[in-house]
């Protein structure tokens, strides 16, 4: 038998791995992606680094991950292949050893999270999925490899911002489990007891404390900011209707099979969906809570986890399905943990509460529903993937190559929107480009104050004008929109190519050359 998951482990991943580097290949990368590329490469140092992502509102483990990869070489190709990578060992690690039947560690593998977003999108969220499942694995004998545990939930915390919320719930789950945990199961009591070395156990939330204050303190933002600064405390019905409508999103991300496939979900065009999206979310919630009932610790996370996230989603920043793809991870986590989990008997013995009805009966509906889910994630999956083919996600990389056919690749550039061509800058494997908005050089995007808003035509011609002047020499126009037929005549400007109609509308670009002098 272990044999034989092995191999099923091993052919999945292999099958996964092929899928996911033809598809890869097909992806053109987009200023989020880029922008982690830009930082880790152009950060002079890890203290640089740490500096700079002041300004990201996320932890800087998957920046450090991409720092060494930058030095080998300047290709943004390297974090594709890193990233598919991290999502391979997941595959492989999740079907070698979660509790679930053959068909669900199918689903799963080819899954709109696993198999699209958190595999060809090449984000830092990818390394939180990643160290969940490693924190999965462990769990069965946690308090044999505490020490473990800690390391793990500690880079967990540094992933991303919704990552740290989902390891504040697992510690404080864990705590509860060691100081309340024995009361309730004798499993456990005896495990905990049988504990030589106790240091090792504190070392571990020891360990788990310093990943979430360090994530904490990295993630408070700089004084002059310029990014989400806003909070939303006041109590707003819409609003929090719009929060509870993501758990449907998370757990049945169904991808429109259309040309704005990404973020969309097909079941929100049925009016009958959207009449019951929201008592469909609140079932979600109260199903599981019954089915962690009797295991706390299960539970604990499960609605620390939930509730932190939507809380933050509602307090702080939206967010998109990547950010909403956490909800699915918590409960499915849950599912993962909830056998290993101690269990409160009410009274009873263990053996009353395993044979109970009740019990076996939201145990069978529990693998009906998630099989259910994650049969939804397969085709939310293989249509983001077959959209992905079909279409222009961004056209920067085009742009790129399109500069380095024509040899502009060494002219001075000027771009605008700043955030749109730093795509084309992580392609062009340039230092730096002229940003307008903000009146600066630069490659990845500072997102502070000095950043000024809608930047004129007008404007970006009299500074490319200027740069013009002082360099002499000709200046590439990068824009993310058009310039004018009289602007062009007046200015004496040349335009030379547009590239529109990607899936990230305002990644499509316009290139005008302005003469020297």
Excluded at 171 to 180: D, K
Excluded at 234 to 239: I, T
Excluded at 371 to 393: P, Q, W
């Amino acid at each position: 038998m272990e044999n034989r998951n092995k191999h099923y482990a091993l052919g999945l991943t292999c099958l996964f791995l092929a899928i996911g580097a033809f598809t890869a290949s097909h992806h053109e990368m987009w200023r989020d992606e880029i922008q982690a590329w830009l930082l880790a490469r152009d950060s002079t140092s890890v203290f640089n680094l740490f500096a700079n992502l002041k300004y990201e509102g996320h932890p800087g483990l998957w920046h450090l991950c991409l720092m060494p990869l930058s030095r080998i070489s300047h290709s943004p190709v390297m974090m594709q292949m890193f990233h598919l990578l991290i999502t391979g060992v997941t595959v492989y690690l999740f079907v070698r050893y979660a509790p679930f039947n053959w068909i669900q560690k199918l689903l799963f593998c080819f899954g709109y999270f696993v198999l699209y977003e958190y595999a060809i999108v090449a984000r830092n969220y990818a390394l939180g999925m990643l160290l969940i499942t490693v924190f999965c694995v462990l769990f069965r004998e946690r308090y044999k490899r505490f020490l473990w545990v800690g390391c793990v939930l500690l880079l967990l915390a540094h992933t991303s911002v919704h990552a740290l919320i989902v390891t504040i719930a697992i510690g404080g789950a864990l705590c509860c489990e060691y100081v309340f945990g024995r009361r309730f199961s004798q499993p456990l009591n005896r495990e905990i007891a049988a504990i030589e070395d106790k240091r090792s156990l504190w070392i571990g939330f020891v360990l788990i404390g310093m990943g979430i204050t360090t994530a904490v303190l990295q993630l408070n933002p700089p004084p002059d900011t310029g990014f989400a600064v806003a909070w939303h405390f006041n109590y707003d019905p819409k609003r929090v209707n719009n929060i509870v409508k993501l758990i449907s999103r998370a757990y049945l991300p169904v991808t429109r099979p259309v040309f704005g496939f990404w973020g969309s979900n097909l079941l929100t065009t049925y009016p009958i969906f959207q009449a019951i999206q929201i008592p469909l979310c609140y079932f979600f919630m109260l199903f599981s809570v019954l089915l962690f009932l009797k295991r706390p610790t299960a539970l604990f996370i499960y609605l620390i986890g939930t509730f932190g996230l939507l809380t933050f989603f509602y307090v702080k920043y939206h967010g998109s399905i990547r950010h909403h793809g956490f909800l699915f991870l918590t409960f499915l986590m849950c599912c993962w943990i909830y056998r290993d989990s101690p269990t409160i008997n009410f009274g009873k013995t263990a053996q009353d509460d395993r044979d109970s009805v009740v019990s076996r009966v939201l145990n069978v509906a529990a693998t009906v529903v998630l099989t259910l889910l994650l049969i939804c994630h397969a085709i939310g999956g293989v249509i983001a993937t077959r959209m992905e083919h079909r279409h222009i996600f961004s056209y920067g990389k085009l742009t790129a190559e399109y500069i380095k056919s024509q040899g502009m690749q060494d002219h001075l550039m000027v771009g605008e929107t700043d955030f749109a061509v730093s795509t084309v800058a992580g392609y062009l494997q340039k230092p730096q480009i002229y940003y307008p908005r903000g009146s600066r050089y630069g490659s990845f995007v500072r997102w502070d104050k000095a950043r000024t808003h809608n930047v004129s035509n007008e404007r970006i011609i009299e500074e490319s004008r200027k740069l013009s002047r002082e360099h002499s020499q000709p200046v590439l126009i990068i824009l993310n929109r058009a310039i004018d037929a009289k602007l062009i005549a007046q200015h004496n400007l040349s335009f030379l190519v547009k590239f529109t109609g990607s899936v990230i509308g305002n990644e499509g670009f316009h290139l005008y050359l302005m003469p020297n002098g």
